[in-house]
């Protein structure tokens, strides 16, 4: 086990002598860029953004689909990354979120991940939460004597100015699971803070067996989520299975 010895001592920095403040000839004082870069490494630890998905960015989302006609999918994923670009580089000015809809595989975890990257580049603070994994640590810290839940878990999500909830539906819809899912994100929308979020379950599934995004999630909180958010519906063909056999393995 590492000792306390151990630890590399950190050097000095050179611009600010440890002070936090950097001269800027002409310009006066302003925050040291390593106390920025210090500020971007704690935004980003405390996203918890799943390590698969560390490094996606803007500029490596490729929207697929044939660029030379056009084509719906083309076109839909250009949107796509337009619209989440769009909301990175104007909020706090623009403050609607995004719900992006569509199949498994075409990016939608990517390109909530590269938006809240892009927002942490300007110093917001940004959380990521798979809706399921979330539902599980507020069940975990759920205490059956005082029926409350930690507010470790929640107020983070309450707290943070842009919450990715991924998979949105994913979810067995119960009683429980609706209940929390509506407290979340009707505090977020009260506070006006901005969600992102995903899902795979469309309004209009291609077969009427599937459930849409209603059934999963319940009328009400679906108008909720138009209110919220641009719908941004994304098409295509599972990138992983492209990786997959480009790889020669699939994921
Ligand atoms: N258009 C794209 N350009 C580059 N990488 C993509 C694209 N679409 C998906 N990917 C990659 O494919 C994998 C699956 O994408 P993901 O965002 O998980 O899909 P979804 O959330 O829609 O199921 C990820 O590794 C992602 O980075
Ligand atoms: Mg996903
Ligand atoms: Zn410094």
Redesign the pocket.
């Known amino acids: 086990m590492a000792t306390e010895t151990s630890k590399p001592l950190l050097a000095v920095c050179e611009y600010c002598n440890g002070t936090g403040w950097e001269l800027v000839e002409g310009k006066g004082v302003r925050q040291c860029r390593c106390r920025m870069s210090d500020r971007r490494d704690q935004l980003i630890t405390a996203a918890r953004i799943p390590k ?2 560390e490094n ?1 960015s803007f500029e ?5 689909g044939n660029n030379f006609t056009a084509d719906e999918i083309f076109r839909s ?1 250009s949107y796509a990354l337009n619209y989440a670009q769009t909301l990175a580089r104007e909020y706090p000015n623009h403050d609607i979120g995004l719900l ?1 809809i ?10 909530a991940v590269a938006s809240i990257k892009a927002l942490i580049n300007k110093g917001i603070t940004c959380l990521f939460y798979d809706f399921r994994d979330l539902l599980k640590e507020i069940q975990d810290s759920y205490n059956p004597v005082s029926k409350t839940t930690e507010l470790r878990v929640l107020e983070p999500v309450y707290q943070s100015e842009i919450l990715v909830l ?1 998979e949105l539906g994913a979810s067995k819809p119960t009683d429980w699971v609706r209940d929390t899912m509506t407290q979340i994100i009707n505090t977020r929308y009260n506070d006006k803070k901005v969600t992102i979020f ?1 899902t ?1 379950y469309l309004d209009d599934p291609e077969t009427p067996n599937e459930d849409t995004l209603s059934d999963r999630v319940g009328v009400r909180l679906r108008s909720r989520l138009h209110e919220m958010c641009k719908v941004v519906k ?1 098409k ?1 063909d ?3 299975l492209k ?1 997959g056999s480009n790889r020669g393995r699939k ?1």
């Open positions: 698969r998905y996606c490596n989302y490729h929207p697929q994923q992006f569509g199949p498994c595989g075409v990016g939608k975890t990517h390109l991924d995903t795979n994304i295509g599972d990138f992983r990786i994921f």
